[in-house]
């Protein structure tokens, strides 16, 4: 499960092909115009002028304005919209072009190379530890219930978008303040009542496939939209500091077991289950007892070092494989993926023996080996 997790991830995390830089205005004005209605809602794009001053890109009319800036390395095209709203692209030059690149998900920090994003994850981390804490001393765990279950429908929500979504047909217009027009196409509705509809059935029958088949579409859509925005440095030093603090949370403060004991009877996507018999039911499961009949790994230890396959393959520049439904996977992050299970082996060596054991310390440092080493035989840089 945690190598079909990569997998998934990588696939949602392929740049998409926009336009090309030379082409606009020009050839690819259509591909540019369908974009920023399809994604942003923006109509008027239709009537707008479009051109190219130095390297800046201009779509106007009197009253609205897009800009696209091309940045002097030539790798990045910075978005800015007159309602404040801004984005960051990929250009690559290919064959003699410049072609600018998208993302099917949405990025969870604006600057992918900012290593402030690290202190923030462990901030966002050690603060949502702290309230699990409290909320299970109140014994209020309907309140970790609802949270929980509100992130899966949000998170599957921005996974389906790119499968599900046709187009910004019969749109729907809610203006909930002056100036502020909020666009809504049709698809969304329906990818809206599917996301609903699944988390409502993780809630009325959480049995053990039910459970891995959320979270491995969670754990990939969350990994994705953490990997196309962390950048290789930022996602590097994560990892160590994950590494060292799921060691220090489970065999020094021991506070991460004590974590899992005490959320694990909501039976939420917050872990894989693999049975050790095809008889087994996890709403039967006992959690008091030593002996269990399945292998419990938690989610987070699922998503962590995917996090590096997706930044290795969607921010690194090296030879790659186009694979069937997935698309191009470069050789760094094939060996990332190669390295996440000669360390899951290694852990699953130690839990053999029956002991809760620190998943990280195994599987980022697996990941990482695994990624430079692909970096090298791929002959690309490191960091």
């Known amino acids: 499960m945690l190598i079909l997790v990569q997998l998934i991830a990588v696939g949602l995390g392929q740049p998409e092909y926009w336009f090309l830089w030379d082409e ?90 900012d290593t402030g994003n690290v202190a923030l994850w462990m901030a966002l981390i050690l603060g949502f530890t702290v309230f699990i804490f409290l909320i299970i001393k109140l014994n209020k765990k309907w309140i970790i219930q609802a949270i929980i279950l509100i992130s899966v429908a949000w998170t599957m929500y921005y996974v389906f978008i790119p499968f599900l979504s046709f187009g910004p047909y019969f749109l729907l217009k809610l203006t909930p303040a002056t100036g502020l027009e909020i666009v809504i196409g049709p698809s969304y509705y329906i990818i809206l009542l599917i996301s609903i509809g699944l988390t409502f059935a993780l809630y009325k029958f959480p049995e053990w496939y039910v459970i891995d088949i959320t979270g491995i579409i969670v754990g990939a859509g969350a990994a994705s939209m953490f990997g196309i925005s962390l950048a290789i440095i930022p996602t590097l030093l994560l990892l160590v500091v994950l590494a060292v603090y799921d060691y220090i949370a489970v065999y020094r403060t021991k506070h991460m077991v004590a ?105 980022n440092g697996g990941v990482i080996l695994g990624y430079v080493a692909g970096s090298l035989i791929a002959g690309s840089q490191i960091i």
């Open 24 to 113: 606009v205005p020009g050839n690819d004005n259509g591909r540019l115009i369908k974009f920023f209605e399809k994604n942003y809602g923006i109509e008027w794009v239709r009537t707008a002028k479009i051109e190219k001053i130095d390297d800046s890109i201009n779509i106007s009319t009197e009253k609205n304005y897009i800009s696209l800036r091309l940045d002097g390395e030539k790798t990045k095209v910075r978005l800015n919209i007159d309602d404040g709203r801004t984005e960051e692209f990929i250009a690559r030059s290919e064959n003699g072009k410049l072609v600018i690149y998208s993302q099917k998900l949405p990025k969870a920090f604006s600057n992918p190379d």
């Open 259 to 363: 974590l899992a004991e005490g959320v694990m009877d909501l039976r939420l996507p917050i872990l894989l289950v693999v049975p050790k018999h095809w008889k087994y039911s996890f709403l039967a499961e006992k959690f008091d007892k030593e002996e269990r009949e399945a292998f419990f790994m938690g989610l987070g230890d699922a998503v962590m070092p995917t996090l590096l396959v997706v930044s290795a393959n969607f921010f690194v520049r090296a030879g790659s494989y186009n694979l069937p439904l997935l698309g191009s996977v470069n050789i760094p992050a094939i060996g990332a993926m190669l390295g996440t299970l000669a360390g899951f082996a290694v852990l699953m060596g130690f839990v053999m023996k029956g002991k809760p054991q620190a998943g990280l310390p195994f599987l």
